[in-house]
């Protein structure tokens, strides 16, 4: 019926099964360091891992990382979980404990957070189908990329609920009867908002046939 | 021309409707045609077109689609282009989006690049295959999504409302595309209630009315918005609200956004902001509530600079996709939220629930839940909550987005009520340099990083 003519192009960028391995490699190491955060008990092995993370952020410097914004995120995190421990153990003794807790769980995010940033999603899809269902490994790459849509979501309702008086500021938060101010205005529209953003994902996956078939090939390029 | 798709009969209805959506629908699409179904906001026109996709899951349905031209295995029948492209974007390189449909449909990979290009090209595009998608600008993202459709070589293409979309630029090349695509076979259907910018390349109009009939010929209640005149300008505009200073924004790689952005907002007027899509609207209104902080520059807002607990009660907000703000259970209880969050009295919190339903015309919806109502319908309870404390200042964010006409007048209508009536100032945003701009007292256009009064 129809064609279009076009001089063809060479491929680009192909990915050689040794770009896979090495990005299944990252990924495992990246998983390594994760679970290894959560069995971390001592300030020594904290010390350990919080070593080796920075090397690797230093190794995988680019402009997509940033190590100021993350130590933002981990100040916030600790801020967050103080405030809680001081809440129910009521003196400061418990502070010690909770900023052990903020820093294994920095400890156990920040590894995933650089491969993710660090990593095409092309090259992930193409390691994860290496080990699981082409269909998973989708599912999978697809979560990943739409994380940072879903936090901005979060965040425009965040900023609408504030200025229509929800009391959900930071100094807010510090007063226990308005969590269900932050339950209300902004956990139950987010939830909302990431059942329709999976729904309308959905959607356009399979309006380009996807799950038509039962297997899949792979874009060679990166 | 040969039929390459035909309804017969269809009837589609929601689970717990009261009545279908589409009523014994009978139409036929032929190759090389570009049709537009147009109609009211809710009138099926999205429905109609999942259901040519045969993306409708939940429902029950009577009649037939058939679909007479017969596709190969590396090809499909009918593609379609949803309407926000930020979440069908399902990749992060340019090579990979057009691709994925092809691995779908297990298409070899040593196949695959040659494939990708020529779509590229066929849509203009040109961009390498390992370009990030993200740094893509809206209407090159809605092209890649038409390429990734047109890799997959579908006999009908359909796009849910485009100019939703798409700046004027965008719609050129747009234009441009749908004549190439014509001319080479594909069917087109655009789903569209403002398709004035493509009439050129339409063929046949279809309009789907509130009780899902369709019948040939264009949906005409749209020319309602033209008949009526703008509101008188302000003549003096009272104390500065909003005085904005040298601002600069950095964006993605340190890049400006814009700079050297200054304005100053007087109590009572109406301004527009207008710029095509990416040039940092959003941004801008973000800086000005003090969500975002600009890398140069000052905004004094109300009198000081800006701060969500000061402003809280004085300023108004009503961002993009204004839905998402509602959890409430019914209407009424949505509305009067910020109101008793702002501490008033339950008789005063009563009467201003009244007089917001009243003036957006939603006030046998009152009880009902926000959450299952139309998308113009939710849109105006939205409005109304943030209209209901009465702020000073309202900013929004493309508050006519993915309206009619219709409900576009209503929006509009509202807003220039509480204007007039309560001395709202209006700052709002909209990708159409043209559209409503009669309507403000100026109109500040975003161009190129700089802003410029128009």
Not at chain 1, 143 to 171: D, H, M
Not at chain 2, 304 to 316: E, H, I, M, Q, V
Request: hydrophobic letters at 45%.
């Amino acid at each position: 019926m129809r064609q279009v003519n076009l001089t063809p192009a060479p491929p680009q960028g192909a990915a050689s099964s040794g770009d896979v391995a090495r990005v299944g490699l990252r990924m495992l190491l990246a998983l390594t360091l994760s679970c290894l955060a959560f069995v971390a008990r001592t300030v020594p092995f904290l010390l350990v891992l919080t070593a080796i993370d920075l090397v690797l952020l230093w190794w995988l410097r680019s402009g997509q990382l940033s190590l100021r914004r993350e130590l933002k995120a981990f100040g916030w995190q600790t801020l967050v979980i103080l405030v809680l421990y001081l809440i129910r153990f009521q003196d400061v003794t418990g502070l010690w404990a909770g900023f052990k807790i903020s820093w294994q769980l920095f400890l156990a995010l920040l590894p995933s957070m650089v491969f993710v940033r660090t990593t095409s999603q092309v090259r992930i899809v193409q390691a994860l189908n290496k080990v699981m269902p082409c269909r998973t490994a989708f599912v999978l790459s697809t979560c990943l990329k739409f994380a940072p849509n879903l936090l901005a979501e979060i965040k425009s309702i965040y900023e609408g609920q504030v200025l229509r008086g929800a009391r959900i500021l930071p100094r807010d938060l510090t007063k226990p009867w308005n969590w269900l101010d932050f339950i209300h205005c902004v956990v139950v529209p987010a939830v909302v908002q990431g059942m329709a953003l999976a729904g309308n994902i959905a959607v356009a996956a399979r309006a380009r046939d996807f799950g038509v078939r039962p297997r899949r090939t792979c874009w060679p390029g990166a | 021309m040969s039929v390459i798709l035909r309804l017969k009969d269809f009837t589609f209805s929601y689970p717990e409707a009261v009545a279908p959506v589409l009523n014994r629908l009978n139409l036929e699409v032929e190759t090389g045609r570009c049709y537009c179904l147009t109609g009211p906001t809710g009138s099926g026109k999205t429905t109609l077109a999942l259901a040519l996709k045969g993306l409708l899951s939940d429902g029950s349905y009577d009649g037939k689609i058939d679909m007479p031209g017969q596709t190969d295995g590396n090809s499909m029948a009918v593609g379609m282009v949803l309407q926000d492209p930020e979440v069908q974007l399902l990749t992060s390189t340019v090579g990979a989006e057009v691709a994925f449909g092809l691995e779908n449909l297990c298409v070899s990979p040593a196949e695959m690049p040659q494939r990708v290009t020529a779509a590229l090209q066929a849509v203009g595009l040109h961009k390498p295959l390992d370009y990030p998608v993200d740094k893509l600008s809206m209407g090159q993202k809605y092209r890649l999504l038409i390429a990734a459709l047109l890799v997959m070589e579908p006999q009908l293409l359909i796009l849910d409302e485009p100019g939703a979309q798409l700046d004027p630029d965008g719609l050129e090349l747009l234009r441009n595309s749908l004549r190439h695509l014509k001319d080479s076979g594909v069917a087109i259907l655009l789903c569209e209630h403002r398709p004035d910018e493509l009439l050129a390349e339409i063929d046949i109009f279809w309009q789907l009315d509130n009780v899902g009939s369709l019948q040939q010929g264009r949906y005409q209640k749209d020319t309602a918005a033209s008949t009526i005149q703008p509101p008188e300008p302000v003549c003096e505009a009272g104390e500065v609200l909003l005085q904005v200073e040298n601002l600069a924004f950095l964006g993605v790689d340190d890049q400006p956004v814009w700079t050297d952005v200054s304005f100053s907002v007087g109590r009572g007027s109406r301004y527009a902001l207008t710029g095509l899509n990416g040039t940092g609207k959003t941004t801008l209104l973000r800086c000005v509530a003090g969500f975002l902080s600009p890398q140069q520059g000052q905004v004094r807002i109300l009198g000081d600079a800006p701060d969500a607990s000061r402003l809280r009660g004085r300023l108004g907000c009503l961002f993009q996709n204004p839905q998402k703000q509602i959890f409430e259970t019914t209407v009424r209880a949505e509305i009067a939220f910020p109101l008793k969050r702002f501490g008033l009295k339950t008789p005063e919190i009563e009467s201003r629930v009244a007089e917001a339903l009243a003036a957006c015309a939603i006030g046998h919806l009152a009880d009902q839940s926000p959450h299952k109502l139309s998308y113009g319908q939710k849109h105006l309870v939205a409005l109304a909550s943030v209209l209901a404390p009465r702020p000073e200042l309202l900013l929004l964010d493309d508050p006519l987005a993915g309206l009619d006409d219709f409900h576009s007048l209503a929006v509009m209508e509202l807003l220039i009520h509480y204007n007039r009536q309560h001395g709202t100032t209006l700052l709002w945003t909209s990708h159409d340099p043209e559209a409503w701009s009669g309507w403000a007292d100026q109109v500040l256009h975003l161009e190129r990083g700089r802003l410029v009064a128009r």
